[in-house]
């Protein structure tokens, strides 16, 4: 419990600290542009196609009625910015705490391995997609969520923590 406490305590002081929502302002910036980078890839190679991609993600959340309609994609374009940009904050907020914002090649790779590793887990996990299974597949995954993802996120709340925010 004493950790739990501690953590919690080093969180609250970080979450609401009057330059911590510049973070906060970052992070949304960071989290569109990735989404949007991460789609853009995905979209140029082959590998996405609309509508039937943000339906898909919609399901996660819908089940199968989020391919009725189009609206299952609009959904799923919705979800997609949330959810890119909730893992920008918490990139930034755990980038701040452990000091790795000022290494961003490194723990961009590192937040985009786990981002793609989390994200077809939870696909596998919610019965919407199997793991991926080739080189191909999996070189995708990783392309998309480091290069154009992972990285790009790192870098950019990098060089604005280093304007905006200064270590607290």
């Known amino acids: ?90 990139y930034g907020y755990a980038g701040q705490l452990t000091g790795l914002l000022g290494r961003p090649l490194v723990s961009g790779t590192i937040f985009g391995v786990v981002m793609n590793a989390a994200m077809d887990l939870i696909a596998f996990e919610r019965g919407i997609s199997a793991l991926p299974s080739g080189w191909h597949d999996i070189g995708i995954g990783l392309a998309a969520h480091v290069i154009f993802f992972g990285i790009p996120i790192a870098l950019f709340l990098s060089r604005y923590e280093r304007v905006t925010v200064p270590y607290v």
Request: glycine share 12%; no cysteine.
């Open 1 to 90: 419990m004493p950790f739990t406490s501690a953590l919690a305590g080093v969180m609250a002081r970080y979450i609401t600290h009057p330059q911590a929502h510049s973070l906060w302002a970052g992070g949304i910036v960071a989290g569109i542009m990735g989404g949007f980078l991460f789609h853009a890839f995905l979209f140029a190679v082959g590998a996405a196609h609309y509508p039937s991609t943000y339906q898909w993600i919609a399901s996660g959340l819908l089940g199968k009625s989020a391919f009725t309609s189009v609206d299952g994609a609009l959904i799923g374009i919705f979800l997609h910015f949330v959810i890119s940009i909730a893992a920008a904050i918490l």
